[in-house]
């Protein structure tokens, strides 16, 4: 990790983390609906290592998209469509250390607490509070569904940057689609409450 | 086409449909999001030739997934658990035209207006209408976007099927994972209110 630690307002392991409303037997469901097994825990275990060295290079590919597209960044800025460096930063380790621990956490209750918090802080009860940015209430679901195609298409060539062969790049690939697609199930139960 | 025609139901040509809520602006921005362009509508064409001969056999193995998972068969059943052979029968037929219509239509103010018919059917306004079915009355989000990862992953094989080489194989199922990811977020519009 090439992250100052601690990382700012990266509450992971925090004690007083609420417990997430996602029962397990829920996260069973999705995980089941995702075909997510142990051949994909041990390709992101895998993905981990292959990523590690080159975080600060995907985020530049993930913050060259966001800033690339006005109707991305305004979420990063002012009401007025200021982009406010602060917060990006801020924002942009701890998008560093999602990327680890999307591969080398287990998904357990704690993991899914922090998932309700991620969720949160993409909507109108938390945004901004973490980073007191001066920045718009919330983040429209549909931008973060999304954002599936982009987070697993470019992250294709960094897990191929190993020197892995060709069934491995793509097992931990298809590891990585599963748990994004996973991530942002979960993450869409603030927006969508008793329907979710 | 292996479908009788007209497939009950289905009414994406009725000059009757309501325009969807969602604006031109809106969907420009997230065909952006998903890096969708002029390449990934000609992908889609070949996909359609490709897929066409098929459909049958994908959508025996969507049902066959879907059979095979209690949390997610639950939805074409009655409240007590029995599945409902008929619901479930319109809906293939239906589900084999959205695969067409996925890689032939124009994604235009028509499509976005059944777009959004197809999001309400999946909620509590419109679930079991169409079909006269005595389903359970709604379909949480969760399991839609979860969806996205099956319905991407097992097309792969078929795409693959019509002989065309890796590269074009893999535009093709490149694009139906944009087009998936697009219409998954248009869906949770109903879902999410003004928080979509
Ligand atoms: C697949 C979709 C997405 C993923 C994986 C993702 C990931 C993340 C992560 C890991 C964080 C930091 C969480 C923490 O505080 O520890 C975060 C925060 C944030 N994301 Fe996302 N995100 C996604 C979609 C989006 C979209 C589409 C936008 C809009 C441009 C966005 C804007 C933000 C903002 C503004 C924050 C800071 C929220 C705050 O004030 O705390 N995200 N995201
Ligand atoms: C990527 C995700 C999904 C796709 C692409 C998809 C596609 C479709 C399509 C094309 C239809 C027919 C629309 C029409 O009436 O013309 C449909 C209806 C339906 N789908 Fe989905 N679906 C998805 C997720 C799900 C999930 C997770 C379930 C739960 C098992 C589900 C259950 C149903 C049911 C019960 C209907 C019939 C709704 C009614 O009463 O009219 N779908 N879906």
């Not at 690339?68 to 560093?96: C, K, M, N, W």
């Not at 680890?100 to 922090?114: G, H, I, K, Q």
Request: net charge negative; glycine share 8%; charged share 20%.
């Amino acid at each position: 990790m090439t992250f100052p630690e601690p990382v700012p307002g990266y509450t992971h392991d925090d004690p007083g983390l609420p417990p997430s409303p996602v029962t397990p037997a829920e996260l069973e469901g999705l995980l089941a609906s995702v075909l997510f097994g142990l051949a994909d825990q041990e390709a992101l275990r895998l993905a981990g290592d292959v990523l590690s060295g080159q975080i600060e290079q995907v985020l530049d590919v993930w913050y060259g998209f966001v800033g690339a597209h006005p109707h991305l960044v305004a979420y990063f800025s002012t009401p007025q469509g200021e982009p406010i460096g602060d917060y990006l930063g801020r924002v942009r380790a701890r998008f560093g250390r999602w990327i680890m621990d999307t591969c080398r956490r287990p998904y357990d209750e704690r993991w899914l607490a922090y998932q309700h918090e991620i969720a949160l802080r993409h909507t109108e009860p938390k945004k901004n509070q973490t980073d007191h940015a001066d920045s718009v209430p919330h983040i429209p679901l549909r931008h973060i569904i999304a954002f599936i195609y982009p987070i697993t298409a470019t992250i294709r060539p960094f897990l191929a940057a190993g020197g892995h062969d060709a069934e491995q790049v793509d097992a931990m690939h298809q590891a990585w689609f599963k748990a994004v697609t996973l991530q942002v199930a979960l993450w869409s139960q603030p927006y969508a409450g008793k329907a979710w």
